[in-house]
């Protein structure tokens, strides 16, 4: 089963590309809007900027199975810092560095899930 699966996964490659690069198209188009989205204030805010990036990283891995970790961490925490930059542009937008502690968070905990999933399949290989 276990040879079933990777082999599904590499024939579905190229559509994880696509989901991978449309959620960060989208996260980026969102982000760097001129106007903010709708619910700012709180942990919504929060929210956001941890699960979208936490998302991308974890795509990314689908996507892009043999990058180094500090790699798709350090392309990610870019992304993040790129965005928060381009909004302290805008007047109707704010850039604040709790976003960015926030998109380190999500970026953070989707390299340690992509590391267990490793982890976890490097233990269920079969024997050769």
Same mark, same amino acid.
């Given at each position: 089963?276990?040879?079933?699966?990777?082999?599904?996964?590499?024939? *579905?490659?190229? %559509?994880?590309?696509?989901?991978? =690069?449309? #959620?960060?198209?989208?996260?980026? /188009?969102l982000g760097m809007s001129p106007t903010p989205p709708p619910a700012t204030a709180g942990w919504h805010s929060y929210f956001y900027h941890a699960g979208g990036l936490f998302a991308c990283t974890v795509?990314?891995?689908?996507?892009?199975?043999?990058? *180094?970790?500090? %790699?798709?961490?350090?392309?990610? =925490?870019? #992304?993040?810092?790129?965005?928060? /930059?381009?909004?302290s542009f805008h007047p109707t937008r704010s850039a604040d560095i709790t976003d960015i502690y926030a998109n380190t968070a999500g970026v953070v905990v989707g390299l340690v899930m992509v590391w267990l999933f490793q982890l976890w399949r490097g233990s269920r290989r079969p024997a050769q």
């Open positions: 089963m276990w040879v079933r699966l990777m082999r599904q996964w590499a024939r *579905y490659r190229t %559509v994880f590309k696509v989901i991978f =690069f449309t #959620v960060l198209g989208l996260g980026i /188009y795509l990314n891995f689908l996507a892009f199975p043999r990058w *180094y970790w500090w %790699v798709r961490g350090l392309l990610m =925490f870019m #992304v993040g810092v790129a965005v928060e /930059y381009v909004q």
